[in-house]
């Protein structure tokens, strides 16, 4: 018979579909044995080939041990790794103590341009712990071991080790494979051949069978053909669901699956409408037609379609559903079979996928950098977000435009130049500064580097773009502001969070302390720094670190080469944004201000024309001596002396001259601080001495004529010799006084009791012994001076 004519035969029914069945598991098994042996060979092969890697490895390091000692093995480790004859991805060696002398790995020389260090480093550890599997072996000699060894062997690296064992399970594997494959399609063409239809198999199945019109069936029992037999086993642990309806959509039969998907019992489903148990929703919850609505009414096969079932308790189910119509005699409906399985799984997993592409998607797009795939010819498939707002198009407009539209310069001008040459291998070739070409025709500098995708020379490249306008104005005012930085009059100091080594200082810093760059970099702020201990700088630090203050200012002293100081005013502030973060301290010379402070703080209590304290020095001192006597319980004394009749030095002399008597005055009284006197000028011609620890009576007066004397010898003036006289007036604090006494009420008695000696006729002394506050004096006496 020919064949045509034979495949369009009908074929017999149960008896040949149960043969067929037969045909095609022996087919299947035969087929499954055959890829069993397949892949035991390889893994065979793979592990005696690797077995094999692992002797020749160890025999090469024990011969190069033996001869060399661990001398120079970095450069045999290296040698062994990029051989690549024994498939080698990484290969170390340690000493006993866990030293490692010898390190390399295939992956050494990998990096991406633009990325972290960090991230580069994590990447090529993935990628070794991807090419194969560590193992490790010692060297032992004389019992014991002298280094060990562990390295990463690729499989597919390493050359096969192929033994008439393993060459003989490999044809088993093809032969069995093949016979399997050839069974299994005659088996296909037989089935292919016209029958009953399907569906009227499912139907006789549902109802139990049909034995009297087969008459071969006679001797199996209704169950072996109902749909609670063998097929409805089989559909049950593949977890397909089937609903049979007949021609007025009420269930005939209902499986396990289906019972438990849709929340029904067989007793409880069997004689109702397939919409009122089976209710498939869409995304929006709007109903759905059932599919087996639909096969019955068009007498069809519906196409596989996903959805949510409802069940019956309100649990939502993933599904895929389809259904076919059932034909019986005479070709008329005989209702239809409804298929489904739980594809919640399945979404998860596509969900999961569809996740992990929007997120490296998002990755993508969120690079500082302008990504570009392009196909061998320079057409673009593939463009992130920052590449289009780049180039200032619509994502979807660059998709097939080429390379040359977005960057004419210099692949148009200059056709020897390619966009391939961009590529690590010739980041140290001289290229031509790629030129990008916006929408707008303004044009833009381009950094590119250009690596292939796939093993394949070229093959589709993948670009990875970076705008350097704002790269070349931060370099223009790097240059700008390093200027400014290196001639500025302050000093600058820039120095690491971690260490406060130095990184960078000025000129002016390094011509004020007279020392190197180089002596500098060794240095940190606290070994030049005076006047502010070690600690106080590291509170400072720490406030800085925490936030807690945008910059401090102290004062210091910095230390010179020499070992000399001088005075500065430091400004100190932290930057994060630097990598790794650094202080900078800008320090100011304020030693011509030091010296102003100086002199405004002597003014402040310096009498301008002598040089002897003024009234608020006295007033000061005066308060210290009263507290000190009360104290001691000592007495103080205050002489209040003014010059006898100096309007008449004025007149005669002049003022210069005046003002040169009393300088030569306050000279001849100073001198006599060596008694721990305290000598000021109030005003004009009015002076204070200042006594502590007077003593009683007699010795106040004998301080008085000692002070007197002091008064009476002439004054060298110039070419001149001017004598002149004073008047006196003496108030004496007893420190075992009941009452307390202020230093302005104790100066005001001295003036009175100099005020009494004048009005008695000059050249005398008034003394108030004893005086407290202001109340009279327990005793006062007026007498001329001798």
Request: net charge negative.
């Amino acid at each position: 018979m020919p064949f045509k004519q034979w495949f369009q035969s009908p074929r017999p029914d149960l008896p040949g579909r149960g043969a067929l069945l037969l045909w095609m598991a022996v087919a299947s098994v035969l087929m499954v044995f055959g890829v069993i042996a397949l892949l035991q060979a390889n893994r065979l092969e793979a592990s005696v080939g690797i077995d094999e890697s692992e002797r020749q490895l160890r025999a090469a390091i024990e011969t190069r041990l033996a001869a060399e000692g661990s001398e120079g093995l970095q450069g045999f480790v290296r040698t062994l790794v990029n051989r690549g004859t024994i498939g080698l991805r990484y290969l170390s060696i340690s000493v006993p103590g866990g030293t490692t002398v010898a390190e390399a790995s295939a992956y050494e020389g990998f990096s991406v341009p633009m990325i972290s260090p960090l991230y580069v480093e994590r990447l090529r550890d993935f990628m070794l712990n991807q090419s194969g599997e560590r193992r490790r072996f010692d060297i032992r000699r004389d019992g014991r071991s002298v280094a060990s060894v562990e390295y990463v062997s690729a499989p597919e690296a390493v050359a096969a080790a192929r033994t008439d064992a393993i060459q003989q399970l490999l044809w088993q594997g093809w032969i069995l494979m093949l016979g399997g494959m050839l069974l299994l399609g005659v088996g296909v063409t037989f089935y292919l051949r016209p029958a009953r239809p399907p569906a009227m198999q499912w139907a006789e199945r549902a109802r139990g069978g049909s034995v009297a019109t087969e008459t071969h069936d006679a001797g199996r029992t209704p169950a072996e053909h109902s749909f609670g037999g063998r097929a409805a086993q089989a559909l049950n642990r593949l977890q397909r669901g089937v609903i049979i309806v007949d021609a007025d959509i009420r269930i005939r039969e209902i499986n396990k699956v289906a019972e438990r998907l849709t929340g029904w019992s067989r007793e409880d489903a069997v004689g109702r409408l397939v919409y009122s148990v089976f209710h498939p929703l869409a995304e929006d919850d709007q109903p759905l037609t059932t599919p087996a609505e639909t096969a019955v009414r068009e007498r069809c096969e519906t196409f596989a379609e996903e959805c949510r079932l409802r069940a019956r308790d309100g649990a939502m189910h993933a599904i895929e559903m389809q259904a076919a119509a059932l034909e019986g005699a005479g070709g008329k409906s005989d209702g239809a079979v409804l298929f489904f399985h739980d594809i919640s799984d399945r979404r998860d997993n596509v969900d999961r996928l569809r996740a992990d592409a929007r997120r490296t998607q998002d990755i993508v797009d969120h690079l500082d950098e302008g990504v570009l795939t392009t196909d061998a010819a320079g057409v673009i498939n593939f463009a992130n977000a920052r590449a289009a707002r780049m180039f200032g198009y619509k994502r979807g407009a660059l998709i097939g435009a080429t390379v040359t539209k977005l960057m004419p310069v210099p692949f148009l001008n200059m056709p020897e130049v390619r966009v391939r040459d961009y590529s690590d291998s010739q980041a140290g070739a001289r290229l031509p500064r790629v030129v990008g070409w916006r929408q707008d025709a303004t044009t833009f500098p381009v950094e590119l580097l250009a690596q292939p995708l796939g093993d394949e020379a070229d093959g589709d490249l993948v670009l990875v773009l970076r705008d350097l306008t704002q790269q070349l104005r931060k370099d223009n005012l790097s240059l700008r502001m390093g200027r400014l930085f290196d001639y500025a009059a302050e000093e600058i100091y820039v120095f690491d969070a971690q260490s406060l080594y130095f990184t960078e200082v000025n000129r002016s810093a390094q011509r004020n302390l007279g020392l190197e760059d180089e002596q500098l970099a060794r240095m940190t702020p606290v070994m030049i720094t005076e006047g502010v201990d070690a600690d106080v700088l590291q509170d400072y630090y720490l406030h800085l670190r925490s936030g807690q203050t945008e910059h401090v200012r102290y004062r210091a002293r910095h230390r010179r080469g020499d070992g000399t100081s001088y005075p500065v005013e430091v400004r100190l502030s932290y930057s994060r944004s630097e990598e790794p973060p650094v202080f900078m301290a800008m320090a100011t010379d304020c030693s011509e201000q030091e010296a102003a402070e100086s002199r405004l703080a002597r003014q402040a209590m310096q009498d301008e024309l002598t040089g002897l304290a003024n009234r608020a020095a006295v007033m000061h001192a005066l308060r210290d001596a009263l507290r000190e006597a009360v104290q001691a319980g000592g007495h103080l004394a205050v002489l209040f002396l003014d010059i006898d009749h100096f309007k008449r030095v004025n007149d005669r002399y002049g003022h210069e001259v005046g003002d040169a008597l009393l300088r030569a005055i306050g000279q001849r009284l100073e001198g006599m601080r060596g008694d721990g006197l305290t000598v000021a000028r109030l005003s004009g011609d009015e002076f204070v001495v200042l006594r502590p620890q007077a003593g009683d009576r007699a010795q106040v007066e004998a301080f008085v004529e000692r002070v007197r004397e002091t008064m009476s010898e002439p004054f060298a003036v110039g070419d001149r010799s001017i004598r002149v006289t004073a008047s006196f007036g003496v108030a004496v604090f007893r420190g075992d006084a009941e009452d307390p006494v202020e230093a302005g009420a104790l100066l005001s008695q001295a003036d009175r009791a100099m005020y009494l000696a004048k009005k008695a006729g000059r050249d005398r002394v008034h003394v108030y012994f004893g005086a407290e506050g202001g109340a009279k004096p327990a005793q006062r006496e007026t007498r001329q001076a001798n």
